[in-house]
């Protein structure tokens, strides 16, 4: 009897571990680990890199480059897909890395500018909106 006491609790332990490790992997990655940016200026020419964690996408719509009141436009180069998103609606995202890039503009200062972004984890957590100061 005591072995097969000793044998249940074991058994337990090792089945809680077993859930507790699968409940934790699957928790959403935090901002900075889901939405990654790499920064590039070459003579007043910037790009931005976005690596995105697995099940991370971003909102196209969410992204903006912007100093004070001035939006600067920019090339997005990257794969839009179509989603019905139970937060948005029907949304275009990118859920693969992409990257946005942007000429620098003479008449404002390169140390105002600020970049834009909302994204989700597996449709089932969105990240508040991040506003980022570009180092340039």
């Known amino acids: 009897m005591y072995l097969i006491k000793k044998f249940l609790i074991l058994f ?6 077993l859930s507790s490790t699968e409940l934790l ?13 790499f920064i590039e200026n070459e003579e007043g ?3 931005i890199n976005f690596q ?16 004070g009141t001035i939006n600067y436009f920019f090339e997005l180069n990257g794969s839009i897909i ?14 693969k890395d992409f990257n946005i ?3 620098l503009q003479n008449t404002i200062p390169s140390e105002n500018i600020f970049i834009e972004y909302q994204g989700c984890f597996n449709e089932r957590y969105c990240y508040k909106k ?3 100061k570009l180092n340039l």
């Open 12 to 17: 337990m332990t090792f089945s809680i571990h």
């Open 25 to 37: 992997s699957k928790l959403p990655p935090s901002a900075d680990e889901a939405i990654k940016l």
């Open 45 to 47: 020419q910037v790009t």
């Open 52 to 67: 995105l964690f697995e099940g991370v996408y971003v909102y196209k719509n969410k992204i903006k480059i912007y100093e």
């Open 82 to 95: 179509n989603i019905e998103d139970d937060f948005f609606g029907y949304q275009q995202v990118l859920n």
């Open 101 to 103: 890039s942007f000429k």
């Open 130 to 132: 991040e506003e980022k």
